[in-house]
């Protein structure tokens, strides 16, 4: 099983102490330890900021103004470009495509971090190829029903710093040992 472990840049999981002074790496090794048949690899996403609120529109501004419809078979179009990814997006999908499994730590899963940041970018990716992804955090502020809303298969409280016996446990449960048939 193939698990790809997405952490924020500046939102690096805090190790327990006495651990190892790189966090996402010691973050993968206790679920290498845990679960020894599964293939960990790390991706570091950039943390984003949250969403910035937009000014009150202005009396006749082009947002009040009612949209226009184009239809594009008559300008001889087939589709209209849209902007290019950024370079962590779509990184961040070329590795999803490959895993079986989607990781992502945040110190704490708000409704803010389910909209913006690894966890929405994480989500958004892995939808597109059916991968479920599982959210480790150090406190869960959010209900069932917003995670499922964000395409997020579920969410664990492994603590603030992590505990290694409580992430140990959320990857058994995810990468269970393969069984002889």
């Not at 001889?76 to 950024?86: D, I, Q």
């Not at 990184?91 to 803010?112: E, M, N």
């Amino acid at each position: 099983m193939h698990v790809l472990l997405v952490t924020a840049e500046s939102d690096a999981p805090r190790p327990p102490a006495g651990g190892r002074t790189d966090a996402s790496g010691a973050l993968a090794d206790v679920w290498r330890d845990a679960a020894p048949h599964c293939v960990v690899e790390r991706l570091e996403l950039p943390a984003s900021a949250a969403p910035e609120r937009t000014a009150a529109p202005v009396p006749g501004a082009a947002a009040e103004r009612p949209a226009v419809l184009v239809p594009m078979t008559k300008l001889g179009l087939r589709s209209v470009a849209s902007a290019p990814a950024a370079p962590h997006l779509a990184r961040l999908a070329d590795r999803v495509g490959a895993a079986d499994l989607v990781v992502v730590h945040v110190d704490v899963l708000d409704t803010a971090a389910l909209h913006a940041g690894p966890v929405a970018d994480s989500a958004a990716a892995a939808a597109a190829h059916a991968v479920p992804v599982v959210v480790l955090t150090g406190a869960d502020l959010t209900s069932r029903r917003a995670v499922a809303a964000a395409g997020v298969a579920g969410v664990h409280d492994v603590g603030a710093p992590w505990d290694a016996g409580r992430l140990a446990r959320v990857a058994q449960t995810w990468c269970p040992p393969r069984r002889p048939v």
